[in-house]
């Protein structure tokens, strides 16, 4: 499994639970920023789990089914954010 890239982030390639807890930590923030970047980085979490073969099956199928759906809000938190913000850039 690659590194998230950063280089001081967590290291998911040997802890794949860091993954998993993340994104349960981005999803109690999402409702009350519905931003795009959280959006984005539950997405991203969430292919991480779902591509992990460490990860019980049901977790991964749980999280690759869940990847669109925060796709989606990502697009969505984009309109939100231009409503609340007109002229504001992400």
Do not use: K
């Not at 040997?14 to 984005?40: E, G, H, I, K, T």
């Not at 779902?50 to 309109?79: F, H, I, K, N, Q």
Request: charged content about 20%; some cysteine; glycine content about 8%.
């Amino acid at each position: 499994m690659a590194h998230t890239g950063c280089a001081e982030g967590p290291d998911y390639g040997n802890s794949p639970d860091l993954a998993l807890a993340a994104v349960l930590q981005l999803l109690s923030r999402f409702p009350a920023r519905r931003s795009p970047a959280v959006a984005r980085a539950i997405a991203a979490h969430l292919a991480l789990i779902g591509g992990d073969t460490r990860m019980p099956e049901s977790v991964r199928e749980c999280a690759a089914r869940l990847v669109s759906d925060w796709r989606a809000y990502e697009v969505l938190g984009e309109s939100w954010s231009a409503a609340e913000c007109p002229g504001h850039l992400q």
